[in-house]
């Protein structure tokens, strides 16, 4: 491995660390109509943007895991939904599509919504909880857009990460 990639992946390391830390500690970040972000879902999706896809697997799963931790639930949940979607945003950044804000915004688009409606239909809906419309309206509705809000912030840090780091 060479310098610029441990650089890279130290400076990952800590942004998760970072993002983990603001995500679980109360009062740090505000909750919405009820809804907290999860902060670490587009920071794993802005890292795949800019690696390979087995490094993105990997963050992918570390986030996931830290966000399984923090949401109490199963173990595995988000891990194996950030691996997936981290590898797949990884493909197609990689080959289809051009690297930039406006299409890591799309993709956000889609994804965080995958990953918070799973959670809630797996959890809640599957578990035979009434009244779950309402509650999706109330809480969850705002945690995706509120988690989404996030992705500019995560995006610029990552390509500026990226760009410095490049062994080109």
């Known amino acids: 491995m060479n310098r610029y990639k441990a650089v890279r992946y130290l400076t990952f390391f800590l942004e998760i660390i970072l993002c983990y830390i603001i995500q679980t500690t109360p009062g740090l970040t505000l909750e919405v109509f009820g809804g907290r972000p999860v902060i670490l879902v587009p ?57 930039n804000l406006l299409t890591t915004m799309i993709i956000a688009s889609i994804s965080i919504p995958i990953v918070i409606f799973g959670q809630f239909l797996l959890f809640y809906v599957a578990s035979g909880y009434t009244q779950v419309w309402e509650y999706f309206l109330r809480h969850y509705l705002s945690r995706i857009i509120y988690t989404w809000a996030f992705v500019p912030l995560l995006y610029g840090i990552n390509r500026f990460v990226a760009a410095k780091t490049s062994s080109s």
Do not use: Q
């Open 43 to 99: 920071l794993a999706l802005s890292i795949a943007v800019f690696e390979d896809e087995i490094p993105s697997i990997f963050w992918g799963v570390f986030c996931g895991l830290l966000s399984d931790v923090n949401y109490s639930g199963p173990v595995g949940y988000y891990a194996i939904m950030l691996a997936v979607l981290s590898y797949a945003v990884s493909v197609l950044m990689e080959n289809y599509i051009h690297t």
